[in-house]
T-cell receptor, first 114, second 111 residues
Framework: DAMVIQNPRYQVTQFGKPVTLSCSQT?????MYWYQQKSSQAPKLLFH???????NEADTPDNFQSRRPNTSFCFLDIRSPGLGDAAMYLC?????????????FGPGTRLTVL | KNEVEQSPQNLTAQEGEFITINCSYS?????LHWLQQHPGGGIVSLFM???GKKKHGRLIATINIQEKHSSLHITASHPRDSAVYIC?????????????FGKGTLLTVNP
């Protein structure tokens, strides 16, 4: 089945130790998004790629970076995780960026920072 | 910025009951999304609506663009329907991809 896959599902890292989260898709969608979702809060968009074009949200900390080496894969790098970065990280894809373009979400990676 | 209000915030039902979750928004839109999130889990897109009504299995979603209101109905509810249901609307202008999410409705269906 075509889908959005995130690895790992659970990630534990130490304060300040870089960590990379992975997302892949078999939908061949143009757009890939990364969201951060803290407990009982709505997802917060960090950035998205339209094809190879990177679009950062204005309030995304510099600590968060992303790479999209090809259509299928997108990575979220957290350079120096702080305790406040513990959250669920959700990857999503969509065919385009129109209002009616459905975003297909992955299962998420839950990040714990010790 | 679009304000998205959902009601109720929490809903407890007995298995088999008919469920309605409401969503209202402040700024006119061309599409609205209903999402489902199980506790600790990822998000599943249930519906994208631009007008009228859509049905998928026991789920029905309706939208009234003029009244800026949408409803999600679940017929013959089941414990596996227990989840958070989220309404989301796209931003206007050039940032249609950016969704404003409602706070979600936590549904618990008891056997």
């Amino acid at each position: 089945d075509a889908m959005v896959i995130q690895n790992p599902r659970y990630q534990v890292t130490q304060f300040g130790k870089p960590v990379t989260l992975s997302c892949s898709q078999t939908l061949n969608h143009n757009v890939m998004y990364w969201y951060q979702q803290k407990s009982s809060q709505a997802p917060k968009l960090l950035f998205h790629y339209y094809d190879k074009d990177f679009n950062n949200e204005a309030d995304t900390p510099d600590n968060f970076q992303s790479r999209r080496p090809n259509t299928s894969f997108c990575f979220l790098d957290i350079r120096s995780p702080g305790l406040g970065d513990a959250a669920m990280y959700l990857c999503a894809t969509s065919r385009d960026t129109g209002p009616a373009d459905t975003q297909y979400f992955g299962p998420g990676t839950r990040l714990t920072v010790l | 910025k679009n304000e998205v209000e959902q009601s109720p915030q929490n809903l407890t039902a007995q298995e088999g009951e008919f469920i309605t979750i409401n969503c209202s928004y402040s700024v006119g839109i061309s599409a609205l999304h209903w999402l489902q999130q199980h506790p600790g889990g990822g998000i599943v897109s249930l519906f994208m609506l631009s007008s009228g009504k859509k049905k998928h299995g026991r789920l029905i979603a309706t939208i009234n663009i003029q009244e800026k209101h949408s409803s999600l109905h679940i017929t013959a509810s089941h414990p596996r329907d227990s989840a958070v249901y989220i309404c989301a609307v796209p931003s206007s202008g050039g940032s249609n991809y950016k969704l404003t999410f409602g706070k979600g409705t936590l549904l618990t269906v008891n056997p």
